[in-house]
């Protein structure tokens, strides 16, 4: 059920270029992994990592992104949409559940990006031989009721990368306790970043296998690419 809620890995927008891979780390995964085209002038991407592990986790991502779709037509303000998306959470949510998301707003055929972050791990950038990270943004949903959140904004010129993931990916760990650790993951990227989408995203997960190994996989890994091609 699970993965019929995923979209393919390949994904495109008018003037990008998109690939996505989720993999949990018990039977079932509490991150959200989602592309969607809203109407004729907008496409939502979004990532999301729910608190906790197996079906409650599972349920909550479901009911995150069901959330999520419903509500987000309504939204031009993405401030307003993080705001709305929090109160839904916080009230439906057990008190010990939050969820992390970021959520990016693409128009087709533009370099522009809208984004909310809900105390997501920030989305990475490359350009060129430029890597930065965007802000961290609000707090993660339902922790707080009346949380407050911004709405950032990037423009992306042709081959430019922007990159979301889970921290399944910088915290997974080896058999000796080792992290994967962001800088390995940036390096990784900034020496395949002109490779198709695929190439990339598939050595980043052979990558992250290698480097575990035997040991047990600790956490759901989740990851977006998204190029600017014209």
Do not use: C
């Not at 393919?8 to 039977?27: D, Q, Y």
Request: negative net charge; without cysteine; glycine residues 8%.
């Amino acid at each position: 059920v699970q993965q019929a809620f995923t979209p393919e890995k390949h994904f495109s927008i008018p003037g990008w270029t998109g690939w996505l891979h989720s993999e949990p780390a018990n039977s079932v995964g509490g991150d959200m992994i989602d592309a969607v085209k809203i109407d004729s002038e907008r496409y939502g991407i979004s990532l999301g990592d729910i608190s906790g592990k197996e079906l409650g986790a599972a349920l909550y991502m479901v009911k995150l992104q069901s959330t999520l779709r419903a509500v987000v037509s309504d939204f031009d303000s993405l401030k307003e949409l993080g705001e709305k998306i929090n109160r839904i959470f916080f009230r439906d949510s057990e008190s010990n559940r939050f969820a992390t998301m970021v959520y990016m707003d693409i128009v087709p055929g533009s370099g522009e990006v809208k984004i909310l972050n809900a105390g997501h791990m920030p989305p990475i950038i490359f350009r060129g031989d430029q890597v930065s990270e965007m802000e961290r943004g609000g707090i993660a949903l339902g922790l707080k009721k009346n949380a407050e959140y911004i709405e950032q904004h990037e423009s992306l010129d042709p081959g430019d990368l922007i990159v979301l993931y889970s921290d399944g990916i910088t915290e997974a760990k080896n058999s000796i306790n080792r992290f994967f650790e962001k800088n390995r993951f940036i390096s990784l990227i900034k020496n395949l970043q002109k490779e198709p989408l695929e190439i990339v995203g598939d050595a980043i997960m052979t990558n992250i296998k290698q480097f575990i190994g035997d040991a047990k996989v600790s956490d759901d890994i989740s990851l977006i690419l998204l190029r600017r091609e014209k």
